[in-house]
Structure formats: structure tokens, C-alpha cells
């Protein structure tokens, strides 16, 4: 499938779907459209066209979700 085929079925797919499941529905997706063999770069093409569809390709292919937290840095050990 090329990136315009996973935009449309998901956009096509989401109206059905109750709006308080519409975050876990999109990782659900994501998660079969890769069992299919969709590449990432395919993924990352995706972007822009659903916030849903986007933050469960950032969760997949774990990219920054930009929340400006990090893990990593703790202040209060300086």
C-alpha cells in the first residue's frame, strides 16, 4: 500500500469508530499495516493528514512525540 491508501482507509475506517478509541484504533492499524510489510519511510509520508493517524506512527516507529519532556534529563540531581 502507498500512502495515500492507508490515509484513505483510515479516514474512511475512523468515522466509525467511537471517538474515545479513536487513539488505541489508529495504533491498531498502524501495528496491522506494518504486519503487511508497510515501510516506514511509507509511514512517515502519512503525516499531516490525521492527528490520530500521526501519533501512532510516532508511537511505531518511536519518534519524538513532542510533549518537551524528556525522560532523560532530571533536574533536581544537579
Known amino acids: 500500500m502507498d500512502e495515500s491508501q492507508i ?20 495504533e491498531r492499524y498502524v501495528d496491522l499495516m506494518a504486519d503487511y510489510g508497510v515501510s516506514d519511510e511509507t509511514f512517515k509520508d502519512c503525516f499531516g493528514h490525521c492527528t490520530y493517524l500521526d501519533n501512532a506512527i510516532k508511537y511505531y516507529l518511536d519518534l519524538e512525540t513532542g510533549d518537551g519532556y524528556d525522560d532523560d534529563i532530571d533536574e533536581w540531581d544537579e
Open 7 to 26: 490515509v484513505d482507509v483510515w479516514t474512511t475506517l475512523k468515522e466509525y469508530f467511537d471517538k474515545k478509541h479513536l487513539e488505541i484504533s489508529a
